[in-house]
């Protein structure tokens, strides 16, 4: 034990003088309760398992393990993969056989039927939705997770609890010290004053920010949904019971925290309680908490933002904050760049991104288990005469197919008429055009869409940082218009794209025969390729390579001797272009020289091209 307390000084001592200011910049003259919050960490730290503690020291001695090439992650709805933790075990292999060493597992905690909005309104976060299993359960999938080199990832919901949490019932029954720790208002006058600055997360489905709670006789803020009711991190006890509850899931041997719904997290009235100072405090504090107590363990920021408003979230050399954050631009620009088949908006993104230092870790993807939201830079849409209202409206409409010739299939989300404005839901390869092609009986349109969802997924393989499948995607599953059937999940078009695993069609993956078997053959090469050269680490130069065509991308690479240019074309037709970089090219694909004076790209096709000039 002596021993033990000898390693939890060591990391606390270096910290304390910096937790102790932060704590004071939010809760000036609050002596006990910094004291209560270094007790809290000593206790978390005393019931880490010693086999956690031994994964600390490992990726301590590497602390960029989470930057490595060769790491792929997927993304599951646990109930939807394999219906309880225990399946999830058992699947374990097929997991590995996808590449994947990076398990991110959606909200799976304790949260009410009809009212958690997919898991995200928590009622305790130490208890496993019942369906799915235990806490025990959740322990051993991550020890088994371990023994074969996969990481655990879980959604922390931080900004919010959900109306039954016992905290809410006995704010709900009138005790004072639970009713502090959320925003309760006598009256709507305070709440009003909020709705003057505070944008609506969900101005069609939820509009508003507060709820009047019967029970209380008072408003309560929701800033999403009536049944989430926002924490008031303005309490010292509401900062370090949600960090234990935090470490908590930390100990049972999650190795990545997703913090949900960050930016909310401090509210402050006149503005718009969105990113401000305090919740880089709040997260800084989380951080070192973390070093502290289980330093092998990262934090994944969810900042549903541009990158100027993302970046901030890394914190700074010196304060780092988030581990990692979410390329949501660049997601949401590749879907506009599909519709429009023109890659300037694209570049104009990836150009900022490339900007940041190299040192920051992003996670890339084409689809989650949410939404696709057109916020993009409609200043610089506005110069080639893309009005905001009109061009959604024209993105909506060629993604869910109304456009005519549109092979893609989605529904929207959100759709409010009124503004011409709504959020879009699809799996890929529906919204690629697999799920037409193939009700259409159409080879042509399908081999098109394959190509377009293998190109898609090189693309974000050839970004720096953690690419992330969302689970079904690797075997080119379609929309599961199931859901409308179901009276829980019919209101809520997120679940088109959260259909339960085809077992049937994963069987059907290495039959290169199969569409299941070309995609999923298709991506597992990528994979290989990426961790197998160089020119993908995550500390590689990276730029763009202008190909002189609106319709085809180019990205170069360039680490310790080795180049790679990556081209892409959304257009729909072949392409010919020129790559004016220095060297000789071979086709990674092909392993055959490639002629840089005139590269042919199909229809959504693309061409990973290596110069390796031996240093």
């Known amino acids: 034990m002596r021993e033990q307390t000898g390693e939890f000084e060591r990391r606390a001592a270096p910290r304390r003088a910096e937790m102790e200011e932060l704590w004071e910049s939010l809760y000036p003259g609050d002596e006990a309760g910094s004291s209560a919050f270094l007790a809290m960490l000593r206790g978390a730290w005393e019931q880490r398992p010693e086999a956690l503690r031994e994964l600390d020291r490992q990726r301590l001695a590497r602390p960029d393990w989470y930057k490595d090439r060769a790491l792929t992650g997927m993304q599951l709805y646990v109930k939807a993969f394999a219906g309880t933790l225990r399946g999830v075990r058992e699947k374990l292999s097929y997991i590995e056989d996808c590449g994947v060493n990076y398990l991110h597992l959606m909200p799976l905690l304790l949260s009410p039927e009809g009212r958690s909005d997919g898991g995200y309104a928590v009622a305790d976060f130490r208890q496993v939705q019942p369906e799915l299993g235990t806490m025990e359960d959740l322990a051993e999938l991550a020890a088994d997770c371990h023994s074969r080199g996969i990481s655990l990832c879980l959604d922390f919901v931080m900004n919010h609890s959900s109306e039954d949490h016992e905290w809410a019932r006995r704010a709900r029954a009138g005790e004072k010290e639970y009713q502090e720790r959320y925003f309760f208002f006598d009256s709507w006058d305070i709440p009003n004053e909020y709705e003057k600055t505070v944008p609506q997360v969900f101005p069609t489905t939820a509009p508003g920010s507060f709820s009047w709670c019967p029970e209380a006789g008072k408003v309560v803020m929701t800033s999403f949904y009536p049944y989430q009711w926002d924490l008031n991190y303005g309490n010292p006890v509401v900062l370090r019971d949600m960090t234990e509850n935090m470490l908590f899931l930390c ?134 005469g893309m009005e905001e209202g009109a061009h959604k409206k024209f993105l909506n409409d060629y993604l869910t197919g109304v456009w005519p ?211």
């Open 405 to 615: 010739g549109s092979p893609a299939r989605g529904e929207l989300y959100n759709n409010d008429p009124r503004l011409r404005d709504a959020r879009l839901c699809g799996t890929t390869a529906s919204l690629c055009g697999l799920e037409t092609a193939r009700r259409e009986g159409d080879r042509e349109k399908l081999t098109h869409a394959l190509l377009l969802d293998e190109m898609l997924h090189a693309f974000v393989l050839s970004l720096s940082g953690v690419p992330v499948l969302y689970s079904g995607d690797e075997i080119a599953r379609e929309n599961d218009y199931g859901y409308h059937d179901e009276p829980l999940k019919a209101e809520d078009s997120r679940w088109l794209h959260r259909g339960d695993m085809d077992w049937e069609a994963a069987a059907r993956r290495h039959d290169p025969e199969t569409v299941e078997g070309q995609l999923f053959g298709a991506l597992r090469r990528l994979e290989r390729l990426r961790a197998g050269h160089r020119a993908f680490e995550a500390g590689a130069d990276v730029w763009l390579v202008r190909t002189g065509d609106r319709g085809v991308l180019g990205l170069g690479r360039y680490y310790q001797g080795e180049k790679l240019v990556a081209l892409y074309n959304f257009s729909d037709e072949e392409k010919t272009v020129r790559v004016d970089e220095l060297g000789e090219y071979t086709d990674l694909w092909t392993g055959l020289p490639q002629d840089k004076r005139a590269v042919t790209l199909p229809s959504g096709g693309f061409v990973w091209l290596l110069c390796d000039f031996g240093e």
């Open 251 to 384: 100990n049972q041997g999650v190795d990545i925290i997703r913090l949900d719904a960050v930016p909310y997290i401090w509210k402050e009235l006149g503005t718009s309680c969105r990113n401000l100072p305090q919740v880089h405090s709040l997260v800084r504090l989380m951080r070192l908490a973390c070093e502290i107590v289980c330093p092998g363990t990262l934090l994944l920021g969810e900042v549903v933002m541009e990158p100027a408003k993302v970046a901030p979230y890394f914190g700074s050399p010196e304060r780092p904050e988030c581990h990692m954050l979410y390329n949501v631009t660049t997601m949401a620009s590749t879907w506009h760049t599909v519709a429009t088949r023109d890659v300037r908006l694209l570049e104009q993104q990836l150009e900022q991104v490339f900007r940041l230092p190299r040192e920051y870790a992003f996670l890339n993807y084409l689809r989650c288990h949410d939404d696709i939201g057109w916020g993009l830079d409609y200043g610089y849409l506005g110069r080639f």
